[in-house]
């Protein structure tokens, strides 16, 4: 009996011993896991110290962008608004010497830089030399898009009467649209250092008057410089022809003459200086012939001395008495077509511009 109660007796001494520890283990492994090194405990604090600081500075970085974000918007209206007038006045120079609304004196005709033709399709160069067609086709990008920028300009004002007196600058670019009006004749032409001049004559269908826009890309966006509308009907074209003893050629001239000028235009009026009297009645009985037409818009002039193209023309231009006319020097060996002659209508003003085309240099 005893010794069951001193087995007993030990057995929970033993179980109380084992509680203790555990509760001893349990206490030594949460101190453990509380407790860090001294070196951990700075280091940690070093990195919060850091990263306040890199904090503050990147705030006082952003607070300096913006700082300077608003003092270069501010920079930029101020020099905006201090160089309009400037831009407005150079853009002014470089029409001035574009010679747009007036003309400089040059030392001769090889001085001028002459205008280049272009339709839809095509370009009809001048200085292109022996080594190179004159006609080409709008292949370059560069080329292609200012010439089609020029066309959509123009279609745009065509179509949206507002944009006439709103806008300089104009819109290019803004895709396809539907327009009445056609082009009849465009022509261009670059300086290096003043820019590109754009003249474009369009026609509405079935309208008989021309209006004309004309563009300059001082090498800025494209502006409008002037709208006008041209009334071609009242225009009459007075053809002088010097003729020698060519009485072949003469009557080759007359029939293409009678087609293109009495058929078709019938704003025309010929002028014929001869030189001599040995092909006089044949020419006459040539002349006599365009009467059967209810043709009577001609002059014959008669001149007894040597040939020269130079004083006929002179001669046949002076023998004008009546108003206002546009003077075409033409040659007896020269076609042209109605066409060719509103273009010139189109594209001469008095006392300020005319239309010389390259064939026609040598008269």
């Not at 555990?22 to 070093?46: K, V």
């Not at 040059?106 to 080594?131: I, N």
């Not at 292609?144 to 290019?172: F, K």
């Amino acid at each position: 009996m005893q010794r069951r109660w001193f087995l007993g007796k030990r057995a929970i001494a033993a179980l109380l011993f084992c509680f203790v520890l555990l509760l001893y283990r349990q206490a030594c492994r949460s101190q453990s896991q509380t407790r860090r090194p001294a070196g951990e405990d700075a280091f940690e604090a070093l990195l919060q110290q850091h990263e306040r600081r890199y904090l503050q500075h990147s705030r006082n970085l952003t607070r300096l962008i913006s700082q300077l974000k608003a003092e270069l918007q501010r920079s930029a209206v101020e020099l905006e608004e201090q160089n309009q007038s400037e831009l407005e006045e150079f853009l002014r120079k470089q029409l001035r010497r574009a010679e747009i609304f007036t003309g400089e004196r040059l030392p001769d005709e090889f001085a001028v830089l002459p205008f280049e033709t272009f339709t839809l399709r095509r370009v009809y160069q001048l200085e292109s030399g022996l080594a190179r067609l004159p006609v080409e086709s709008l292949m370059g990008q560069d080329r292609r898009n200012e010439l089609n920028g020029a066309l959509e300009a123009a279609l745009h004002l065509l179509n949206e009467p507002q944009l006439r007196d709103s806008q300089q600058y104009l819109p290019v670019g803004r895709g396809c649209f539907k327009c009445n009006f056609s082009l009849m004749a465009g022509i261009f032409r670059t300086e290096r250092d003043k820019g590109t001049l754009y003249d474009l004559t369009f026609r509405e269908n079935s309208v008989p008057d021309f209006r004309r826009l004309v563009f300059f890309r001082p090498f800025a966006p494209l502006m409008k410089v002037k709208e006008e509308l041209m009334d071609a009907s009242q225009i009459l074209i007075n053809i002088i022809v010097p003729l020698a003893d060519t009485v072949d050629a003469f009557r080759q001239f007359m029939q293409h003459f009678s087609d293109a000028c009495i058929r078709q235009d019938g704003r025309t009026h010929l002028t014929v200086v001869l030189f001599g009297s040995e092909k006089m009645h044949e020419v006459k009985g040539i002349l006599d012939g365009m009467s059967r037409m209810k043709y009577r818009n001609v002059t014959l002039i008669r001149l007894n001395e040597a040939f020269s193209r130079r004083r006929g023309l002179d001669v046949g231009a002076r023998a004008w008495k009546r108003s206002n006319v546009l003077l075409f020097l033409c040659d007896v060996n020269i076609r042209f077509s109605a066409e060719f002659l509103n273009s010139c209508r189109m594209n001469t003003e008095p006392g300020t511009a005319l239309r010389k085309p390259k064939h026609l240099r040598l008269i």
